[in-house]
């Protein structure tokens, strides 16, 4: 899978990338905000938003700028989640969560928690913005998490602390 190398640098010019519907030269600074303004452009023009924007782009600015990009292995080599998988995980979490009380985790565990995700190899989506998911377990990671919540909950590949 190729993936852009300085995840949060600025190459000369920016970043790029052609809508494939709408023909229309999306430019940004910085990755994320690429990300962000290529799904407000789907949104604005009713393109289907589909499966993952962030692979989109990486994937034709790789093809355009191979220099700016590696071919980052697939962690683990494991299989990829699917959404039938990641909503029977969510609803086994909830039952687990229920189970042991409703207990949640400190605002600083869940500090440490989210940040630690958003650095992981694994972490799938808008890295900038925090929106996305976890490519192990498909929990969705991040700033807008309920899982890193869940004192029942565990990283998958024990990277949190608590
Ligand atoms: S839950 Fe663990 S494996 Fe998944 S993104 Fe977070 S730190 Fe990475």
Redesign the pocket.
């Known amino acids: 899978m190729l993936r852009v190398k300085d995840r949060d640098g600025s190459p000369l010019g920016g970043y790029w990338f052609t809508e494939p519907t709408t023909k229309a030269r999306i430019q940004a600074w910085n990755l994320g905000k690429l990300f962000v303004l290529v799904h407000q452009h789907r949104v604005a023009n009713k393109v289907p938003l589909g499966p993952n924007i962030a692979y989109e782009v990486e994937e034709q600015i790789c093809g355009e700028r191979p220099h700016l990009c590696w071919e980052q292995p697939a962690p683990g080599g494991g299989p990829a989640i699917n959404l039938f998988q990641m909503g029977g995980d969510f609803v086994k979490a909830m039952w687990r969560w229920g189970r042991a009380g409703f207990a949640t985790v400190s605002g600083e565990v869940f500090e440490e928690r989210k940040n ?2 958003l650095a ?1 190899e ?2 799938r989506g808008y890295h900038d913005y925090g929106i996305g998911y ?1 490519g ?2 498909g ?1 969705a ?1 991040g700033k807008v998490s309920v899982k890193q919540w869940l004192a029942t909950e565990k ?3 024990g ?2 602390k608590q």
Request: aromatic share 20%; glycine share 0%.
């Open positions: 630690t995700c992981c694994w972490w976890c192990q377990c929990c990671a990283c998958p590949k990277k949190w």
